[in-house]
């Protein structure tokens, strides 16, 4: 069964330093998101992507967040300069349809900022 | 604007008891719903969705729920838990319309205990 990817498991990274979390979305989905997931707290979204560019973005979502798929089967978030409250679990989710398309959940990057 | 309550952020039961996780919507437009469970150190997989065909839906797992307008609910049920069922689960909204990118936005979470 077709599954959504995501690299690193874990991430450990210095306030500031940039970090690039990696995701594989199911190979026939045309629609992107993350989301993150800080400890204790609910799911939130950060961005939605399609036809190659950002469809959707949150208030989260600031200038040091960008996306972006180099290639045919990646779909990175990059953080520029992280802070402490960066600190969460990030999802990557894929699907093949708007709305009522199910989304496909990656199992996640732990990102701790220190 | 979209939001999601999930009553209750721990619910316990026994094995072989009922399980009820309530979840209610708000959305200015018709809603797509959906639920999923999150076991440890894993993503999210989804249970079941409603997207304004039967209002009674069922998912994987024995896990069922039903969509009722008049009450903004979609709250999850399943006849009889298993020690299996113990999970984080998440009710979320995405909304129909134009401009709908399908973003979810999810409840609180509920973490159901199922105790032998």
């Known amino acids: 069964e077709p599954e959504v990817t995501q690299t690193p498991s874990h991430q450990v990274t210095q306030m500031g330093q940039e970090v690039i979390l990696r995701c594989v979305p199911i190979?026939?989905?045309?629609?992107f998101y993350w989301y993150r997931q800080i400890l204790g707290q609910k799911v939130e979204f950060l961005v939605s992507?399609?036809?190659?560019?950002?469809?959707?973005k949150s208030e989260i979502f600031d200038d040091q967040f960008s996306v972006e798929r180099p290639d045919g089967s990646n779909f990175t978030l990059k953080i520029r300069s992280t802070k402490l409250e960066d600190s969460a679990m990030y999802f990557c989710?894929?699907?093949?349809?708007?709305?009522?398309?199910?989304?496909?959940f990656g199992p996640g990057t732990r990102l701790l900022v220190l | 604007a979209q939001s999601v309550t999930q009553l209750g952020s721990h619910v316990s039961v026994s094995e072989g008891a009922l399980v009820l996780l309530r979840c209610n919507y708000s959305?200015?437009?018709?809603?797509?719903l959906f639920w999923y469970v999150q076991y440890p150190n894993q993503g999210l997989q989804l249970l079941l969705k409603?997207?304004?065909?039967?209002?009674l839906v069922k998912g994987i797992n024995g896990f069922e729920a039903e969509f009722k307008k008049s009450e903004t609910s979609f709250h999850l049920t399943k006849p009889s838990a298993h020690m299996s069922d113990a999970a984080e689960y998440f009710c979320?909204?995405?909304?129909?319309?134009?401009?709908?990118?399908?973003?979810?936005?999810f409840g609180q979470g509920t973490t159901l205990q199922v105790k032998p």
């Open positions: 989710a894929s699907s093949n349809g708007q709305g009522q398309g199910t989304q496909y």
């Open positions: 190979s026939n989905h045309l629609y």
């Open positions: 992507f399609y036809n190659n560019e950002i469809s959707e």
């Open positions: 959305s200015s437009v018709p809603p797509y």
């Open positions: 409603y997207t304004s065909a039967a209002t």
């Open positions: 979320a909204v995405s909304g129909l319309g134009s401009g709908n990118t399908g973003k979810l936005i």
